[in-house]
């Protein structure tokens, strides 16, 4: 067993950013061992965890094959280097960056081939014209597999992608393609368009566990320090505390409001006058009409301001780990 935790994250661009920010929002600052040319860090402090920089691609592979522990990463990646992620890996938090759709697109000119159905027909066409396969451009090998056999598409080859994929059909080495799109912009700069039905599936970064991974006493107990961390920041950021002060002939009134706005009712405290505050955290898009319904109700003073971490009875995204994990044992794997 390992006590040392293994957290991977992207090693450069706009991934590695915001992952790294996703963590020092919530106090846990990423060190890079002598700088940005290395590809090992740590956590400021926190002993026990070797933060390994990698590209997305090996952050998927590790999670799988259980060489790391916990790992940021795209679905799209992880549904490309196994048939069954969810195996392997647990998804822990989507973390609302790296958005991005896996997509079929063909050239703007194939004026009468808007959906899959239609590329099927273009595929067998060419198949009987010219005995050769419809060629697609890709990097993502299985993703496109799969998605061609849902569709009933078997005329094809595959055309394995290493540079612009895009660009494959305007310089002749494929007819359709099949890539990753944040913006579509590329795209239509390369004259080609998305099919109707053409959405593989919607990608963005997860923060994921392995349950491949050799877990040890040490590793288990460093996730949990950091998974509650970054689950109490990530309350956070969709509550907001509610001070209000009312009378205490209306609390149970003010409490029935709180609970059907969904609202937690985090302390209530008596003042000389018999009025009551409370303090509840409330979701911050139910605050205004809260608000309001508190001030129907008689309260005098409505007051909010932004928390920086919310910590629950449990831990969530630890909670969800160690269930993943039991479940995988309870399957064998």
């Given at each position: 067993?390992?006590?040392t935790?293994?957290?991977a994250?992207?090693?450069?661009g ?6 790294e920010?996703y ?9 890079r061992?002598?700088?940005m040319?290395?590809?090992q860090?740590?956590i400021k402090?926190?002993d026990?965890v ?8 090996e ?10 522990h916990?790992?940021i990463t795209?679905r ?5 280097k196994?048939h069954?992620?969810?195996a ?6 989507a973390l609302n960056f ?5 997509i079929v697109?063909v050239?703007e000119?194939?004026l ?12 067998a066409?060419?198949?009987?014209e010219s ?8 990097k993502?090998i ?15 080859r595959?055309?394995?992608?290493l ?8 310089a ?12 579509g ?5 390369n004259?080609?368009k998305?099919?109707?039905?053409g959405v593989?599936?919607?990608?963005e ?8 991974a050799r877990w040890?006493?040490?590793s288990?107990d460093?996730?949990k320090d950091?998974?509650g ?7 956070a950021?969709?509550?907001i ?15 029935d409001?709180?609970a059907a706005?969904?609202?937690e009712?985090?302390?209530?405290t008596?003042s000389k006058?018999?009025?009551?505050e409370?303090?509840l955290?409330?979701?911050k898009?139910?605050?205004?009409d809260l608000?309001a319904?508190?001030?129907e109700?008689?309260?005098?003073t409505?007051t909010?301001r ?7 009875a449990?831990n969530?995204l630890?909670a969800?780990?160690?269930?993943e ?9």
């Amino acid at each position: 067993m390992s006590d040392t935790l293994i957290l991977a994250l992207p090693s450069k661009g706009r991934l590695m950013e915001a992952a790294e920010e996703y963590f020092l929002e919530a106090g846990l600052k990423i060190q890079r061992h002598g700088g940005m040319r290395r590809y090992q860090g740590a956590i400021k402090g926190i002993d026990g965890v070797e933060v390994r920089f990698l590209s997305a691609g090996e952050i998927a592979s590790g999670l799988i094959n259980g060489d790391i522990h916990l790992g940021i990463t795209g679905r799209d990646l992880l549904h490309e280097k196994t048939h069954e992620p969810d195996a392997c890996v647990a998804p822990l938090s989507a973390l609302n960056f790296g958005h991005a759709d896996v997509i079929v697109a063909v050239p703007e000119a194939w004026l009468d081939v808007e959906t899959m159905a239609d590329l099927v027909e273009v595929a067998a066409e060419i198949r009987q014209e010219s005995g050769r396969l419809l060629r697609v451009a890709t990097k993502f090998i299985n993703i496109t597999r799969s998605f061609f056999a849902q569709h009933g598409l078997v005329d094809y080859r595959i055309v394995e992608s290493l540079g612009a994929t895009e660009g494959a059909p305007a310089a002749g080495t494929a007819d359709a393609i099949v890539d990753i799109t944040s913006s579509g912009a590329t795209l239509t700069a390369n004259h080609l368009k998305i099919l109707q039905d053409g959405v593989v599936l919607n990608s963005e970064a997860f923060l994921c566990g392995s349950l491949g991974a050799r877990w040890g006493e040490g590793s288990l107990d460093r996730a949990k320090d950091i998974l509650g961390r970054l689950a109490a920041r990530e309350r956070a950021r969709s509550m907001i505390e509610v001070r209000l002060e009312t009378q205490a002939a209306g609390v149970d009134q003010v409490k029935d409001i709180i609970a059907a706005s969904g609202g937690e009712l985090a302390s209530a405290t008596g003042s000389k006058g018999g009025d009551q505050e409370l303090v509840l955290h409330v979701q911050k898009a139910a605050f205004h009409d809260l608000a309001a319904s508190l001030r129907e109700a008689g309260c005098r003073t409505v007051t909010a301001r932004e928390l920086e971490f919310i910590y629950g009875a449990n831990n969530p995204l630890f909670a969800a780990l160690e269930l993943e994990r039991e479940q995988a044992a309870a399957r064998g794997n």
